[in-house]
């Protein structure tokens, strides 16, 4: 079992900055893409970015060119920097990694437990 632990959310103004982290922890064959998620209130969770193991890199329309995904696979982390946040980014954040079992090698998703960004404008 994998368990992805966030940290890095928070409170910031708009047009300001913040950093998301989210560790891995636990026994598994390969962790494939990981990537972040957020939902809004009275909205579904959305895709914002993801990467590969392979550090190919997918972003939604809405954050590309202010959001940067990347991970340290020696350290089993994704990192994801937001610049020039926008009230519209409020949300809770989830951590996903697309795991590879080690006893069966069948692919589940893990999720992180949520950490809240906040943007005042």
């Known amino acids: 079992q994998v368990h992805l632990v966030e940290s890095g959310g928070g409170l910031v103004q708009a047009g300001g900055s913040l950093r998301l982290s989210c560790a891995a922890s636990?026994?598994?064959?390969?962790?494939?893409?990981m990537g972040w998620y957020r939902q809004a209130p009275g909205k579904q969770r959305e895709l914002v970015a993801s990467v590969s193991d392979g550090d190919s890199t997918n972003y939604a329309d809405s954050v590309r060119g202010r959001f940067t995904v990347s991970r340290d696979n020696a350290k089993h982390t994704v990192f994801l920097q937001m610049n020039s946040l926008k009230p519209e980014d409020t949300a809770v954040y989830y951590c996903?990694?697309?795991?590879?079992?080690?006893?069966?090698?069948?692919?589940?998703?893990?999720w992180g437990q949520g950490t809240q960004v906040t943007v005042s404008s």
């Open positions: 636990g026994i598994a064959y390969s962790i494939n893409a």
């Open positions: 996903n990694a697309q795991v590879i079992t080690l006893s069966s090698r069948s692919l589940y998703n893990a």
